[in-house]
């Protein structure tokens, strides 16, 4: 069997799983890619309740093309829900309360052609149109000489990249006016350990829920003590221009609770392990060995698993009063941010 010019496995993979579960799942294509004479459909994938004020969470993948394990993640997630609604009772209840969204491939253009951008050569990361309030690293902080160069914005005032809306479009329909909502974003390729990344990315000024998002994480590592994460705002390690997750967050209207959340696998390791792998362009993003690709995709599940758990009764935990001013003054020591204007 000769490979098809269009199709590239990750995207068969999702239409396979879309269609086998066409049952279950509301699906539509909220914009498609064109790539070199093909074009490629970027699915969003539903289940769960239908209550417009129900909590929920939109795990996301593919933003950059190269980053194809974070893609297997949702996609393999996605694989796990539908496996257990067979017979996994808890499951049930959790979908009456709870919605899922799924975004696995939102770049499928550049991964079909193997780049971090998008076809037009813009890195969606950082295609938001808001400039960081500090100095941000040389190109990889996001720059505007040009598609030739990484990090491209995209022209200075034009609109943003279809995939960019797109994603946007989805979060603004399907979290942002909820009460409560998560997001999970899959990338890969920086760092020692894996780490879970918060708003801002624009500046170090911290995000108005920093209480909510201290809490989520002490509750996250009550219930998985050793789950290995560094949990940290995203302008720790770096600042960026156009970060969409800083843009959507902004977006948040009064009233919402929208915590986005930007999983990045850190690949360091796996290239020190295996060094072979920096003479791979896919090594860079991606453990090369089998046995090394399982370990990362079993890793994160109870991520996803948890944050399905917790958005069932926010009631429970959410903190009201002199809890939240408790959980701020905690949270500002835990991560030494500057204090609020
Ligand atoms: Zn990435």
Redesign the pocket.
Known sequence: MTARADAFPEYDQLLALLDAASHVLDCRVVCEAAVQGHRFGVHVATLGSRDPLAPAIGIFGG??GL?RIGTQLVLDYLRSVLGRLAWDELLHRELQAVRLVFMPIVNPGGMWAGTRANPNGVDL?RNGPQDADARVPFLAGGQRLGAWLPWYRGPEGAPMELESRALLRVVQEELLPRPLSFAVDC???YGWRDSIWFPYARTRRPMAHLPEMYLLKTLFEQAHPHHGYTFEPQSHQYLLHGDLWDYAYDLTPAGSLFLPMTLELGSWLWIKKNPRQLFSREGIFNPIKAHRTARVLRRHVSLFDFLGRVAVAPERWLPRGPQREALLQQARAHWQTETLP
Request: glycine share 14%.
């Open positions: 933003i950059h980053e990361m990338h890969s390729g």
